[in-house]
């Protein structure tokens, strides 16, 4: 968090007026996340933005110079950085429900979770579907030890629904941010083809791009079941970073199998 200090006129006297900025994604609030978020979805910064992130009221932010405005306005550089550092949601819990987020890094997030998370992003940013992103979100957030059953999705739609929709556009943003974190963890995964061991699939059909509305998540999960299909369950169960990891290690043998060839 950024000490901020700025001076403003008050009367014939000089106003010194203390305040602070996140320095990072991790150091929002809630409300502060949701206006970042509006503000990628193309809101321009505007008082009452600087407002939320500064502390400051609007009625002092108004009574700055072009100049105090522009040099707070620089304050803003780590909003590009997401991608490299935030793997967390900024709402562990939606209010008025008892619905919990992911942990920081996925951790303990299923891989059938994951599937179907990041298939109804895909989805909803090829149709901007209110529908879509209700999925998405009741796909992502969790009662306190629920196990993610793709029937509890449509469960939880009217508990999402009653949510702001600036809260779950800034969910959806989050995700995105969540999974760019992804592609810069495992990036033999997010930009290299997978070679699994089975011949039947081909590798540009099983390759992940969150790029295209088929990210290729299903197709990786069929290869991985084969024919151990009474396991099926297993299989979707185990921690979705256990699946990137095994992938990754699948992809660095199989290279090392190539370059000796």
């Given at each position: 968090?950024?000490?901020?200090?700025?001076?403003?006129?008050?009367?014939?006297?000089?106003?010194?007026?203390?305040?602070?900025?996140?320095?990072?994604?991790?150091?929002?609030?809630?409300?502060?996340?949701?206006?970042?978020?509006?503000?990628?979805?193309?809101?321009?910064?505007?008082?009452?933005?600087?407002?939320?992130?500064?502390?400051?009221?609007?009625?002092?932010?108004?009574?700055?110079?072009?100049?105090?405005?522009?040099?707070?306005?620089?304050?803003?550089?780590?909003?590009?950085?997401?991608?490299?550092?935030?793997?967390a949601f900024f709402s562990s819990k939606l209010k008025g429900t008892n619905l919990y987020s992911p942990k920081p890094k996925l951790a303990?997030?299923?891989?059938?979770?994951?599937?179907?998370?990041?298939?109804y992003y895909n989805a909803w940013l090829s149709n901007k579907d209110d529908e879509t992103l209700t999925k998405l979100i009741a796909s992502l957030y969790l009662?306190?030890?629920?196990?993610?059953?793709?029937?509890?999705?449509?469960?939880?739609?009217?508990?999402?629904?009653?949510?702001?929709?600036?809260?779950?556009?800034?969910?959806?943003?989050?995700?995105?941010?969540?999974?760019?974190?992804?592609?810069?963890?495992?990036?033999?995964?997010?930009?290299?083809?997978?070679?699994?061991?089975?011949?039947?699939?081909?590798?540009?059909?099983?390759?992940?791009?969150?790029?295209?509305?088929?990210?290729?998540?299903?197709?990786?999960?069929?290869?991985?079941?084969?024919?151990?299909?009474?396991?099926?369950?297993?299989?979707?169960?185990?921690?979705?970073?256990?699946?990137?990891?095994?992938?990754?290690?699948?992809?660095?043998?199989?290279?090392?199998?190539?370059?000796?060839?």
């Open positions: 968090m950024t000490n901020l200090e700025i001076e403003v006129p008050f009367f014939f006297f000089t106003r010194r007026v203390k305040g602070t900025l996140p320095g990072s994604w991790n150091e929002l609030s809630e409300k502060q996340f949701i206006a970042v978020s509006t503000l990628v979805n193309g809101r321009e910064i505007d008082f009452q933005f600087l407002s939320v992130l500064t502390s400051f009221p609007q009625r002092l932010i108004k009574a700055l110079s072009p100049y105090q405005l522009a040099k707070l306005s620089d304050q803003f550089d780590f909003i590009g950085n997401a991608s490299k550092s935030h793997n303990g997030m299923t891989f059938g979770q994951f599937i179907f998370a990041d298939a009662f306190n030890d629920e196990e993610f059953k793709e029937g509890g999705i449509s469960c939880k739609k009217s508990l999402v629904e009653k949510l702001p929709k600036d809260l779950r556009l800034s969910i959806a943003f989050n995700y995105s941010l969540v999974v760019s974190w992804l592609q810069n963890a495992y990036p033999l995964i997010f930009q290299s083809p997978v070679h699994l061991p089975d011949p039947a699939v081909k590798v540009d059909d099983i390759r992940p791009d969150i790029r295209t509305k088929d990210s290729g998540w299903l197709k990786i999960f069929e290869s991985l079941v084969g024919e151990d299909l009474i396991n099926r369950n297993k299989y979707a169960r185990l921690p979705v970073n256990v699946v990137l990891n095994y992938l990754t290690a699948k992809y660095k043998e199989n290279a090392r199998v190539h370059s000796i060839v």
